[in-house]
């Protein structure tokens, strides 16, 4: 078993990486923040001229037709410079929906347009607060039209269709595509922690709503997707874990207290390499997500349900000690600690907060045990 990625998965990494080191420095992000706009566009245009959007989508939906691990390794990328962008939410989760159980029509009409960045798909899951659970879906689709409310609702206000999960006439839980410019759609802004990754309330009031997949295997296929994203979203925070750390270690050293570096200090090195266990043992556990997701191996929902606990623990115990290492100064507006501050809390309640994954994690690892027994 090889955890390492090949060459060329290394070159697609340096090339995103100076991409987004000229077109996404901390000044792109604070625009977004201190602005009207929800994301930056003209970084998410660029994205799909690199490639960037399409590297999982087939050719022959007008992608480039990479794979897995080449998304893994942008979802590092991103994560590092916390890109002010949809692509978690129209790529790793409405592509992904639309591959897995979309029809041809489907796919033909909507994954190029996702692929070259001209429309953002979103995923409504969430009808409040805590663990989903299948009692909990109230929106429901009758004669074709949906109602109901779902928040919240990561990049809600700028989507322009979402594969939303609701009740069928049979009373299961089935998917559809709903266009969110349609009559009957209302759209509420959400505040959030991170005014730079978008959280809308969305509410349906009759509106035309187009199944996607079997009638009833909504729960299993969006279980399936919300792994793969869960993986994908790992990466990023561990592309945010890394990068506060190497933040918190330049300020260290460049910081000099009582006529020393401050990163001499007893207390300053405690903190450094409790970020960096964490940051390790998050990458070896995506690493293992990587594999898992890329190879469709049986072991890929603990995978997951691993990648996304270590990696939310990192991110957020990185970008928490940064602002630590900062001192005073770490938590003023001028600094940068913040923004992954930010950025590590609201992708910690992504498709589900740390403890809906520790519990899964928990019972899947279970559910295994006793597999092995019998």
Same mark, same amino acid.
């Given at each position: 078993?090889?955890?390492?990625?090949?060459?060329?998965? @290394?070159?697609?990494?340096?090339?995103? %990486?100076?991409?987004?080191?000229?077109?996404?420095?901390?000044?792109? *992000?604070? @625009?977004?923040?201190?602005?009207?706009?929800?994301?930056?566009?003209?970084?998410?245009?660029?994205?799909?001229?690199?490639?960037?959007?399409?590297?999982?989508?087939?050719?022959?939906?007008?992608?480039?037709?990479?794979?897995?691990?080449?998304?893994? *390794?942008?979802?590092?990328?991103?994560?590092?410079?916390?890109?002010?962008v949809p692509v978690s939410s129209s790529i790793y989760l409405t592509a992904e929906f639309l591959l897995m159980s979309g029809s041809e029509a489907q796919k033909a009409c909507w994954l190029p347009k996702l692929s070259s960045g001209e429309v953002i798909g979103t995923f409504a899951f969430n009808?409040?607060?805590?663990?989903?659970?299948?009692? @909990? *879906?109230?929106?429901?689709?009758?004669?074709? @039209?949906?109602?109901?409310?779902?928040?919240?609702?990561?990049?809600?206000?700028?989507?322009?269709?979402?594969?939303?999960? /609701?009740?069928?006439?049979?009373?299961?839980?089935?998917? =559809?595509?709903?266009?969110?410019?349609?009559?009957?759609?209302?759209?509420?802004?959400?505040?959030?922690?991170?005014?730079?990754?978008?959280?809308?309330?969305?509410?349906?009031?009759?509106?035309?709503?187009?199944?996607?997949?079997?009638?009833?295997?909504?729960?299993?296929?969006?279980?399936? *997707?919300?792994?793969?994203?869960?993986?994908?979203?790992?990466?990023?925070?561990?592309?945010?874990?890394?990068?506060? $750390?190497? $933040?918190?270690?330049?300020?260290?050293?460049?910081?000099?207290?009582?006529?020393?570096?401050?990163?001499?200090?007893?207390?300053?090195?405690?903190?450094?390499?409790?970020?960096?266990?964490? /940051?390790?043992?998050? %990458?070896?556990?995506?690493? =293992?997500?990587?594999?898992?997701?890329?190879?469709?191996?049986?072991?890929?929902?603990?995978?997951?349900?691993?990648?996304?606990?270590?990696?939310?623990?990192?991110? &957020?115990?990185?970008?928490?000690?940064?602002? &630590?290492?900062?001192?005073?100064?770490?938590?003023?507006?001028?600094?940068?600690?913040?923004?992954? =501050?930010?950025?590590?809390?609201?992708?910690?309640?992504?498709?589900?907060?740390?403890?809906?994954?520790?519990?899964?994690?928990?019972?899947?690892?279970?559910?295994?045990?006793?597999?092995?027994?019998?």
């Open positions: 078993m090889n955890l390492d990625f090949s060459d060329e998965q @290394k070159q697609l990494r340096d090339q995103v %990486r100076r991409f987004l080191s000229e077109k996404c420095p901390p000044a792109a *992000v604070r @625009k977004i923040l201190e602005g009207s706009s929800a994301f930056d566009r003209d970084l998410y245009l660029g994205l799909a001229e690199l490639g960037v959007l399409g590297a999982a989508i087939p050719e022959e939906y007008g992608g480039v037709g990479l794979g897995d691990l080449e998304l893994c *390794v942008i979802a590092e990328e991103l994560g590092r410079v916390i890109a002010p009808e409040g607060q805590g663990r989903m659970t299948p009692d @909990k *879906v109230q929106a429901r689709v009758e004669g074709g @039209k949906i109602t109901g409310t779902k928040a919240p609702i990561a990049d809600g206000s700028i989507a322009d269709f979402a594969i939303v999960a /609701a009740r069928d006439e049979a009373d299961g839980i089935s998917l =559809y595509l709903v266009k969110l410019d349609d009559d009957g759609v209302s759209r509420d802004a959400l505040e959030s922690i991170d005014p730079t990754r978008d959280q809308t309330r969305l509410t349906f009031d009759g509106c035309p709503a187009e199944l996607l997949g079997g009638q009833g295997e909504g729960w299993h296929i969006a279980s399936v *997707v919300m792994d793969r994203a869960a993986i994908l979203l790992a990466f990023e925070q561990l592309g945010g874990s890394d990068r506060a $750390m190497e $933040m918190a270690r330049d300020y260290a050293l460049e910081r000099i207290a009582f006529g020393r570096q401050i990163g001499s200090f007893q207390a300053i090195k405690h903190m450094l390499a409790d970020m960096y266990v964490s /940051a390790t043992l998050a %990458r070896s556990n995506c690493y =293992y997500g990587a594999w898992a997701l890329a190879s469709g191996a049986s072991e890929r929902p603990v995978a997951a349900a691993t990648a996304r606990v270590s990696a939310t623990t990192a991110f &957020q115990q990185c970008s928490k000690n940064n602002i &630590q290492v900062h001192g005073g100064m770490g938590f003023t507006w001028a600094f940068d600690c913040h923004l992954y =501050y930010r950025r590590s809390n609201a992708l910690a309640l992504a498709l589900g907060g740390l403890s809906t994954w520790e519990s899964l994690l928990i019972e899947r690892m279970s559910a295994g045990n006793t597999e092995s027994a019998a």
